[in-house]
Structures are given as structure tokens and as C-alpha cells.
């Protein structure tokens, strides 16, 4: 076979080491680095077959070290082989593995190497335990320390990812007497599995062995470990915890103070709050947007609203923009708790600021002045939702009549649907009818005759309405029939 041939199903193979092996086509022949190992010359390159039978663990070996030979290469082609072990006269060993595992991590593919290595410290059931395999790395003087604390720290993931928790201790403790770099990052990701496991004991035995190791610890590990004891409800002993290691020199940011102030008022624990944000105060550390919310939310829901007012206004004045959804948190608490002039306070705070009332502010106030009979007051702010370019919708109008009609203020109430009704607006027929019902019972019986003339002429129109689309469907179907008629006729 030319060597044309050879370097065309090379360019076939390349496009396909990035699929997992199970899903290629065996080889049909070798790529050219691998076939040079088999004859130098590569005047013929031998068939995939003849390739197995002749492969011994020096040449295999010899492949996966071969600089010409891409980790990517190697890599299927060492899956290859594993595949077609039975037409192969040996089983490949632990150097040659851990040989390939750090050629992959060199150029970075670490789904690959992790994969591999899986399968000989998980998939194979124990058959090569950690001081075996630390020992087996130990021997190998070709690799350098930056390649050992690679190989060492994606060890440590995927026992943790597959729930060997002793190993990975193994694993970390051996690092750290042996002095290889330990990663911090790969710390964290074990201890959210581990948090993911609810196994709160090993997490903080874990973070210990962290700090006494030297690692500098960042605040996410710090994160971690305070959500995991937030979520169990120990909030005494997750503030203890973060002031302990304060002392330590580590200091929580403002997500891990958010964690535990979102934590203490999901539970209603105001004596830990009030400490929690003391030991902020202590730290110097600011709000964040996030805090404030958290603080407004659960003041909010726990009852606590000039507490929740204070860290509106407190948000506002610092500078973290005017969110009206937490303005009509607190306003529409405040009303339902029947606190209506309080909430009108509010109102005015917010105009002071120039927060900007949406349609959700006005409907709350309007519809709390109402159910307290200050139709006057009501009305105030209706002219100030128009001046502001907020259109009356059918609710808030309903809720305008209705009002009117409960304090004995039927004929103003029918005033505002006619002069509504005349401005153009869609007037609720059935609003009208009942409205006109209460004016017969007041003895208002001119007042409900205009209401029923305009729902009369309501009514009218829309029947109007009905009949000219129901004209402009005949004409539709005249013309249709009219077209076809004469091209008929047409000789």
C-alpha cells in the first residue's frame, strides 16, 4: 500500500479521535506514526491484525511515548487494543496506562484521561490499589513534578466523583507528605460531592486537612462549607465555624455572608442574623445587591416591615438602583396588614427618590384606599398614575365603582363609567347593569337610565359591528361566485 494511501486514512482517523471509541469503526489500517513503530521503513504497513498479533508491552509502550505519535492517536489506539484483547498476547500494564493518562494531560484533554483512568482505579474492581499505583509513578524518572501533581490531582477527582471517599484521603494525604501541588480546586469539587452527599462530617474533616496542608484556601471552599451547614439548619455553629476560620486568616466574601443571612431568615433565626451582620460590619464588608434583596425578601415575609422599609431606602441611597418590585413588596404588605396611610408614606418616599410607581403600585394603593372607603384619596392617585402614562384598566376601574357605591357615592360611581365610557374606554356592561340596579334602589332612577341607555348603546354598536362583517362575508362570497359565473359565460 502507498504511502499516499497511508497519510489519506490518516487525515479519516484524525477526524475521529475526538469520539469515544465505542462509537468508531475498527481500523481498517493504522495512521502512519503508529505503523512506523511496526516497520521502519513503512514500505508496507501491516494490517490492523497482523499488528496486534506482533505487539508486545516494549512496542506498545514504545507507541505511546513516541513524540510523533499524537496523545490523541494513542489514546485510540490504546483503547483499541484493550477492545481486541483477545487477539492480543498480554494485557497492558499499569505504566503504560499511567504513561498515556499524563500524555493526555499534558495537551490538556482531561475527559480523556479521566476516562482512562477510571477505568483502572474504579472499573477494575481494586486490582490496583493506591500504593500501587503511587509507587508505579514514583519509578517512572521520565516524569516531571508538574506532570506527577497532574496526574496525582485527577486521581483525587475521580475517586471523588465516584464516591471513594478513603481514597481520596489517601490520595491527599500522600500529596501533601510527598510534597506534590495540591490543587485547590479539585478540594472544592470534592467538597460539594461530598456536600452533595450530605456527608457534613467528611466536609469539614476534609476543609481541616485543607488548611493544615498550607493550601491557600479560597472563599468558595469557604462557600461550600457553610451552605452544607446552612442546609442542615446549624446556624450557631456556621457562624462559629466562619469565625474560626477568620482566625485562620480566611475571610468570607459577601456570597458566603449572603448564604447564611438567606439561611437565618428562611428560618426566621433573628438572634444569629443580628450576629451575622455584626461579624459583616466587623469584616468590612459591604452589601451587595443580592444582600439586600435577601434582607427585604425575608424582613418581608417574616413580618418585619420598617425593617424591610430601612433596607429598601438603605439600598436606594447606596446606589444599587431603584427596583420597584422590592418597593411593592414592603407597600403591598403594608396595606394588607391594613397599614394604608403607612403605605401612602411609602408611596411619597419613593417619589421623593425618583423611583418611578408601575401599574402594580398604583393598583395595590388604590385598591387598599378603596377597601378603606378613601375614594378622595383613591382618586388622587389615579390622576397621578394618568399624569405618569399609566392607563386605568377594567380592574382598577371596577375596584374605583365599586368603592363609590360601597361609602353611598352610586352617582359619582356612574359619573366616572359615563365619563370613562365617553373617553373611549371599553365600559364592563355587566359593571354598568349592576351599578344601575343599585341606583333603582337608591331611587335614582334618571342616574340608571343613562346607564342603561349606554348600555343600550353599548350593545348596539357591537350588534352594528356584527352585521357589517357579516355583510362584508356576503359580498366576499358575491364576488366569488359573480367571477365564476362569467368566466362561465365567457365563450
Known sequence: MSIRSCLKNLNTVKKRTRLPLLHQEPYRELPLSIAKTFDP????????????????????LQILTDPAVKPSEGYQFFNWVLENQSSVSFIPDLQAHLTLVCRLLKVRRFPEAETLLKSLIIDQKGRYPFPLLASTVENCSSLKPRAVAKLFNVMLNVYSENEKFEQVLEVFDYMRRNGVEIDERTCTLHLVVLKKNQEMKLVLKFFHRMIKSGIEISPYSLAVVVGGLCENGEMRRCREFVEEMIGFGIKPNIVTFNIMLNACLKRWNFAQLELILALMKNQET??????YKILIDGYVSSGKLEE??????????????GDIHL???VLTRYCRQGLVDTAALLFDKMYLRDVTPNANTYCTLINALCGEEKIDAAMVYVSKMVKDGIELDQVMLNTLTDGLCRIGMANEACDLLVGMQESGFAVDVNICGEMARQLCLLGQFDKAKVLVDMV??????ERSVDRDDDDDDDEEEEGVGGGEIENVSEP
Open 286 to 291: 459591604s452589601c451587595d445587591e443580592r444582600t
Open 327 to 329: 418597593w411593592n413588596l
Open 308 to 321: 424591610a422599609e430601612m433596607m429598601v431606602l438603605e439600598m436606594h441611597d447606596k446606589g444599587f438602583g
Open 456 to 461: 343600550s348603546r353599548i350593545e348596539t354598536g
Open 41 to 60: 521503513f513503512y514500505s508496507s504497513p501491516p494490517s490492523p491484525a497482523a499488528a496486534l498479533s506482533d505487539l508486545s508491552p516494549s512496542k506498545l
